[in-house]
């Protein structure tokens, strides 16, 4: 049974001229969905929004739900909802993407497929359905099914499957592994859908491994978009010779970890020592960050007033990563307590 507030904020996204960064806009607004339709030119149907949502084979979680990724609210571009197949829970390991040329070579696409094998022991894998690179690390995330690893997010929806071809592949993530979307029933290839779905990978992901990418590709512009927002880029080197490796081996150049082997992978994230950590270190550990971020909100909101406060300045005032001032901020606009003045300016809100 759909909720209203499920209808509210599908109907609200599903307006005409409504994206994600005008819905968070209008959710600090009026605060509530349903409220926010009343004062839009062209409101989607609500009776048609509770229709398309009742015909969709698939879960639907809203950005304000606790099992709904945190590292995604990092923007003010955060989808609304997220409509997913498979098990959710795995959204809550730690998670590497596996990226690429669809174009790939015989040899890009074995080590994708390796990788992503061996790392599936330790990590969710994150990759897009598409060809090439990416089929190759779903594949190889699926063959340990007990693992649970393999994670896919789509351009499109759960009835449009790009490429057709991966069709099976699709299903098989579905019920092995977990498969998700921002686009509802009858989506197709729009502007902008494959750049969206990029950027979801990227921010689901601690770190990004490239694997054959040419200078100018979306496989180049995804790892700059991990580097913008901090996460690490590791990359297999390939021949020089070969245009597939020129955006790869630049990006090398430019300072990116090189890696051969899923034991690098684990050496540059620190795996290796984290795996012998005790339960009991585990849950002192997670209780030191739960606490943490709890101060960090409040010395946030001791710094605010009606005065815009920039997210750059927060983060040397408080000497705090803007990763985890990026995290703090978007908790805070969910609770209704901060909102944003302009492109990068923070005043209090209303509680």
């Not at 945190?70 to 003010?76: A, G, H, V």
Request: hydrophobic share 40%; aromatic share 6%.
């Amino acid at each position: 049974m759909l909720s209203d507030i499920v209808i509210d904020w599908f109907a609200l996204i599903s307006s005409q001229g409504i994206g994600p960064k005008t819905f968070w806009a209008l959710m600090r607004r009026y605060r509530t969905a349903a409220e926010a339709i009343k004062h839009i030119e062209k409101p989607f149907n609500r009776l048609k929004a509770e229709k398309i949502l009742n015909s969709m084979n698939c879960n639907v979680i809203l950005a304000n739900d606790q099992m709904f990724p945190k590292s995604l609210r990092r923007t003010c571009s955060c989808p609304p909802l997220l409509f997913y197949k498979g098990d959710i829970s795995i959204i809550n390991k730690r998670k590497i993407a596996i990226i690429g040329a669809r174009n790939a070579s015989l040899t890009g696409k074995s080590i994708a497929k390796n990788l992503a094998e061996n790392l599936s022991r330790y990590f969710a894998i994150v990759s897009g359905l598409a060809k090439g690179i990416d089929t190759s690390a779903h594949i190889g995330s699926l063959e340990n099914p007990s693992y649970k690893s393999a994670i896919s997010v789509l351009p499109m929806s759960f009835d449009n499957i790009y490429p057709k071809e991966n069709q099976k592949l699709f299903e098989k993530i579905a019920e092995n592994g977990l498969v998700i979307t921002e686009k509802p029933y009858g989506s197709h290839n729009e502007q902008g859908s494959f750049h969206a779905r990029n950027r979801i990978v990227t921010l689901l992901s601690e770190a990004i491994i490239v694997i054959e990418a040419a200078a100018k590709s979306g496989t180049m512009t995804t790892a700059q978009m991990a580097l913008d927002i901090g996460c690490e880029v590791l990359v297999v080197p390939g021949s020089p010779s070969d245009p597939r490796n020129f955006g790869s081996n630049l990006l090398i150049r430019n300072g990116a970890t090189l890696i051969q082997s899923y034991e690098d992978v684990l050496e540059s994230l620190n795996y290796v020592q984290q795996e012998h950590i005790s339960v009991v270190q585990h849950k002192v550990i997670e209780e030191a960050q739960s606490i943490n971020q709890s101060d960090l909100q409040n010395k946030i909101l001791e710094m605010l007033s009606n005065v815009p406060v920039t997210l750059d300045e927060l983060s040397f005032q408080l000497k705090v990563p803007m990763q985890d001032i990026l995290c703090a901020i978007s908790e805070l606009e969910l609770k209704n307590m901060i909102a944003r003045h302009s492109s990068n300016g923070i005043v209090l809100g209303y509680k």
